[in-house]
Antibody, heavy 121, light 109 residues
Framework: QVQLVESGGGVVQPGRSLRLSCAAS????????MHWVRQAPGKGLEWVAV????????YYADSVKGRFTISRDNSKNTLYLQMNSLRAEDTAVYYC??????????????WGQGTLVTVSS | QSALTQPASVSGSPGQSITISCTGT?????????VSWYQQHPGKAPKVMIY???KRPSGVSNRFSGSKSGNTASLTISGLQAEDEADYYC?????????FGGGTKLTVL
């Protein structure tokens, strides 16, 4: 069955960097775009970034553009999110998610369990 | 990339029907039939309930239905059950990005 396991979260000081990973299994990872979506404590969902199946297309939310970089390694079935210049407002649970189909515009379908990032001094 | 507008809360009694609205703009909801709805129970990951405005994934109860008119999408839950109590989020594609609603807390009285 489809599994998405996020890792790499933790406590980090403002201005520092962190890299999240998402290990995928149970489906052909290289066929699907992948998303990162976050949720601040007690708040709603916020889309962060998406990467196409081959890594050639990347889109970002304005709130993270220029600071976060999404990438993937299809040989390792792993999605990444490099987060630089972290701010307190980046504190959230970060979910990786796959769309229903192989088109980048397909609806976000299955979500991992998330990893918590806390930005605090 | 402004968030879609949802009511903060709705409530209904078991067996009743409720509708949650999701208002966007002509740049997102109004331009694409790519609206989805997610259910989230406390401490859990979201689960897709409706995609492409009105399509229901296999395994999702037919008590859940979706629709859209202009810049507003809607999720209707009929025959409310206690297990439907959760947070609900709409989401729309918006040309190179995705935008979520602020979420609606559904209380089953």
């Amino acid at each position: 069955q489809v599994q998405l396991v996020e890792s790499g979260g933790g406590v980090v000081q403002p201005g520092r960097s962190l890299r999240l990973s998402c290990a995928a299994s149970g489906f052909t990872f290289s066929n699907y775009a992948m998303h990162w979506v976050r949720q601040a404590p007690g708040k709603g969902l916020e889309w962060v970034a998406v990467i196409s199946y081959d890594g050639s297309i990347k889109y970002y939310a304005d709130s993270v553009k220029g600071r976060f970089t999404i990438s993937r390694d299809n040989s390792k079935n792993t999605l990444y999110l490099q987060m630089n210049s972290l701010r307190a407002e980046d504190t959230a649970v970060y979910y990786c998610a796959i769309p229903r189909g192989t088109l980048i515009v397909d609806a976000i379908d299955f979500w991992g369990q998330g990893t918590l990032v806390t930005v605090s001094s | 990339q402004s968030a879609l507008t949802q009511p903060a809360s709705v409530s209904g009694s078991p067996g009743q029907s409720i509708t949650i609205s999701c208002t966007g703009t002509s740049s997102d909801v109004g331009s694409y039939n790519l609206v989805s709805w997610y259910q989230q129970h406390p401490g859990k990951a979201p689960k897709v309930m409706i995609y492409d405005v009105s399509k229901r994934p296999s395994g999702v109860s037919n008590r859940f239905s979706g629709s859209k008119s202009g810049n507003t999408a809607s999720l209707t839950i009929s025959g409310l059950q206690a297990e439907d109590e959760a947070d609900y989020y709409c989401c729309s594609y918006a040309r190179s990005c995705w935008v979520f609603g602020g979420g609606t807390k559904l209380t089953v009285l």
